[in-house]
T-cell receptor, first 111, second 112 residues
Framework: SQQGEEDPQALSIQEGENATMNCSYK?????LQWYRQNSGRGLVHLILIRSNEREKHSGRLRVTLDTSKKSSSLLITASRAADTASYFC???????????FGKGTMLLVSP | DTGVSQDPRHKITKRGQNVTFRCDPI?????LYWYRQTLGQGPEFLTY????????KSRLLSDRFSAERPKGSFSTLEIQRTEQGDSAMYLC??????????FGPGTRLTVT
């Protein structure tokens, strides 16, 4: 079963605009991770945010975590065509830290 | 290249045949995971190794699936008597303890 639910399912923007993707989950977590996947390829790790953290930055990426609402958001600022990909949130809910993924958000950035 | 590698990248097989995939994790990573991903879905967990011990298996992992990680290094995932429903991308990931999981490029299996 999938714990994370990304929203929206698809997002289409112009280069230079910001893109925001949201993730909701159901159970308590140790950490939440965001991944990017280009068409038909493996997943690239973007950012990990632990349950005791509220916000994290990495380059043009900003991730927030609200454990009271069981939700997270990923903001990509000043998007580029190369950001076109599917973005997944994945939760580590304890045990052996196996990840539970959502279905992803497909982001299309047009030049 | 010091990332996670998987072999083969693509495999086409006929229903009923056995297939085996290999994963080479990042060398200092003690944890290794297998996931399966079908079109339009996120990856789903299959099984987990800590060093050479297989510590967790998903209910998705039927009796036809077996995985090994001899000596805590590379891992193999074997599917016996393949079925069309086994067609998917099989992803391997590794991590050091509870840190980020790094994924390999995947093996795309097509069962005809």
């Amino acid at each position: 079963s999938q714990q994370g639910e990304e929203d929206p399912q698809a997002l289409s923007i112009q280069e230079g605009e910001n893109a925001t993707m949201n993730c909701s989950y159901k159970t308590s977590i140790n950490n939440l991770q965001w991944y990017r996947q280009n068409s038909g390829r493996g997943l690239v790790h973007l950012i990990l945010i632990r349950s005791n953290e509220r916000e994290k930055h990495s380059g043009r990426l900003r991730v927030t975590l609200d454990t009271s609402k069981k939700s997270s958001s990923l903001l990509i600022t000043a998007s580029r065509a190369a950001d076109t990909a599917s973005y997944f949130c994945a939760t580590d809910a304890g045990g052996y830290s196996t990840l539970t993924f959502g279905k992803g958000t497909m982001l299309l950035v047009s030049p | 290249d010091t990332g996670v590698s998987q072999d083969p990248r693509h495999k086409i097989t006929k229903r009923g045949q056995n297939v085996t995939f290999r994963c080479d994790p990042i060398s200092e990573h003690n944890r290794l995971y297998w996931y399966r991903q079908t079109l339009g879905q996120g990856p789903e967990f299959l099984t987990y190794f800590q060093n050479e011990a297989q510590l967790e298996k998903s209910r998705l992992l039927s009796d036809r699936f077996s995985a090994e990680r001899p000596k805590g290094s590379f891992s193999t995932l074997e599917i016996q008597r393949t079925e069309q429903g086994d067609s998917a991308m099989y992803l391997c990931a590794s991590s050091r303890d509870r840190d980020e999981q790094y994924f390999g490029p995947g093996t795309r299996l097509t069962v005809t």
